[in-house]
T-cell receptor
Framework: DAGVIQSPRHEVTEMGQEVTLRCKPI?????LFWYRQTMMRGLELLIY????????DSGMPEDRFSAKMPNASFSTLKIQPSEPRDSAVYFC???????????FGDGTRLSIL | RKEVEQDPGPFNVPEGATVAFNCTYS??????FFWYRQDCRKEPKLLMS???SGNEDGRFTAQLNRASQYISLLIRDSKLSDSATYLC????????????FGAGTRLFVKA
C-alpha cells in the first residue's frame, strides 16, 4: 500500500523565494496534518485538516505560511516569502477516522539560504 | 506545564538491558495514546498503540495509568537497532483530531 507521499524530498532556495511543499495522504484517510521539525523546537504541529477543511491552524507561525487542501488526495503548504529561519524538515501525516494513529511521509528537508 | 512531557534522556544502555520510558500528560480527558519511534533524519513511525489494559508486542510493552496520567514503554533485551528517539503521543479529543507529540526520549544501545 502506498504511504503518505511528500514532494520534493529536498528543497534549497534563496530567502524571499516562494516555497511550495506537497502532500498526498493515504487513500481513505480523512485527516491530514502538517508538522515542522527542528533540533531546537522539536516536532511542531502547524495545521490540520479534517475532510479537507482546516480545523486548527494555530500552529502556523505567521502569515507567510499558508496551507490548502483542495481535495481528499492533495494538500500544499506554501511559504511566501521564505526566510532562513524557515529551514527545517516539514512532515505531512494522515490518519483515518476517530482515534487512528497518524502515518507520516518521508518529509521535505527545506534549506533557505 | 507542557501537555505531554517526556524525559529527554539520553538513555545509554548495553545490549540485552531492559529500559523503561515514562510520559506524562496533562489532559485527564485524553483518549488515545501511542508510542512512535524516530530514527535520525527519518520520519516518526508508529511503534505501538497503548490500550487501557496494557499491551505487548514482542520485546515491547506499553502501559497506561489513567489515575496518574502517564504512559510507559518497556523494552526488554535491548538491541543495537533499538537506538532511536521514542515519542509519546496523546490525543486530547477536545472536539477535534489534534494530536500532541512529546519531545521524545533518546535511546542509545551499545554493544
Amino acid at each position: 500500500d502506498a504511504g503518505v507521499i511528500q514532494s520534493p524530498r529536498h528543497e534549497v532556495t534563496e530567502m524571499g523565494q516562494e516555497v511550495t511543499l506537497r502532500c498526498k495522504p493515504i487513500s481513505g484517510h480523512n485527516s491530514l496534518f502538517w508538522y515542522r521539525q527542528t533540533m531546537m523546537r522539536g516536532l511542531e504541529l502547524l495545521i490540520y485538516f479534517n475532510n479537507n477543511v482546516p480545523i486548527d491552524d494555530s500552529g502556523m507561525p505567521e502569515d507567510r505560511f499558508s496551507a490548502k487542501m483542495p481535495n481528499a488526495s492533495f494538500s500544499t503548504l506554501k511559504i511566501q516569502p521564505s526566510e532562513p529561519r524557515d529551514s527545517a524538515v516539514y512532515f505531512c501525516a494522515s490518519s483515518g477516522q476517530g482515534d487512528q494513529p497518524q502515518h507520516f511521509g518521508d518529509g521535505t528537508r527545506l534549506s533557505i539560504l | 506545564r507542557k501537555e505531554v512531557e517526556q524525559d529527554p534522556g539520553p538513555f545509554n544502555v548495553p545490549e540485552g538491558a531492559t529500559v523503561a520510558f515514562n510520559c506524562t500528560y496533562s489532559n485527564s480527558a485524553s483518549q488515545s495514546f501511542f508510542w512512535y519511534r524516530q530514527d535520525c533524519r527519518k520520519e516518526p513511525k508508529l511503534l505501538m498503540s497503548v490500550y487501557s489494559s496494557g499491551n505487548e508486542d514482542g520485546r515491547f510493552t506499553a502501559q497506561l495509568n489513567r489515575a496518574s496520567q502517564y504512559i510507559s514503554l518497556l523494552i526488554r533485551d535491548s538491541k543495537l537497532s533499538d537506538s532511536a528517539t521514542y515519542l509519546c503521543v496523546v490525543t486530547p479529543y477536545t472536539g477535534g483530531f489534534k494530536t500532541i507529540f512529546g519531545a521524545g526520549t533518546r535511546l542509545f544501545v551499545k554493544a
